[in-house]
């Protein structure tokens, strides 16, 4: 059982370098999720997707971009990465009520 | 908007000994949805309850119990018999009726429980 894969799991940048974290899941849940968790603010959230071709803002979109052009594959893209985007992201997934299966993480350094 | 606090960012209890976790939300909808997961060393990231806002009864797990309070807007988490498997951040969430799978976190509760 795969459920949410996040690849890579480290990862380390320049500033002004782009990368896309990749997600997938095989549980055929229509609602997907980036979360970003820094020291001392929890889970915020980037990105999210109720379904292929569907996509939207979070608390904390700027600097990324997604898209969903099927329902297993939810990609993360940092368009030029910045000191402030070294964090811990999280993908999830979840099939209704709310209830979140996420990834392992990924573990992204800006240097 | 809605949020979440937890105040509490930082406990550290001895082995054996209860420890409650506080969670404090606010939502203007009627309908929303609370939830607590678990982060232990390792990093990821596991569910641990749900409840709805129209079911206020306390629940227990084991050694785990949750009390709901809409009153007070509170749903707090306790652990009985501490043990030190229970060392982890654990993180309330709520979300709402419009979208049930967007959930806003709060900041965290680091547990340690000393052997």
């Known amino acids: 059982n795969a459920g949410v894969t996040q690849t890579p799991k480290f990862q380390v940048l320049k500033t002004g370098q782009s990368m896309t974290l990749q997600c997938a899941q095989d549980?055929?849940?229509?609602?997907m999720s980036w979360y970003r968790q820094d020291p001392g603010m929890g889970l915020r959230l980037i990105h999210y997707?109720?379904?292929?071709?569907?996509?939207d803002q979070g608390e904390v979109p700027n600097g990324y971009n997604v898209s969903r052009s099927t329902t297993e594959d939810f990609p993360l893209r940092l368009l030029s990465a910045a000191p402030s985007q070294t964090s811990v992201y999280f993908c999830?997934?979840?099939?209704?009520?709310?209830?979140?299966?996420f990834g392992e993480g990924s573990r992204l350094t800006v240097l | 908007a809605q949020k979440v606090t937890q105040a509490q960012t930082e406990i550290s209890v001895v082995e054996k000994e209860d420890v409650t976790l506080d969670c404090v939300y606010e939502?203007?909808?009627?309908?929303?949805?609370l939830f607590w997961y678990k982060q232990p060393p390792s990093g990821e990231l596991v569910f641990l309850i749900r409840?709805?806002?129209?079911?206020?009864q306390n629940e227990i797990s084991g050694r785990y119990s949750w009390n709901f309070q809409k009153s007070t807007s509170s749903f707090n988490f306790t652990i009985t018999a501490s043990q030190v498997v229970d060392s982890a951040v654990y993180f309330c969430?709520?979300?709402?009726?419009?979208?049930?799978?967007?959930?806003?976190f709060g900041t965290g509760t680091r547990l340690t429980i000393i052997p």
């Open positions: 999830a997934s979840s099939y209704s009520k709310g209830r979140l299966f």
């Open positions: 549980m055929n849940h229509e609602y």
């Open positions: 997707s109720v379904g292929a071709g569907i996509t």
């Open positions: 939502t203007r909808d009627t309908t929303y949805y």
């Open positions: 409840r709805n806002s129209f079911d206020e």
């Open positions: 969430a709520l979300s709402e009726e419009g979208l049930r799978e967007k959930l806003t």
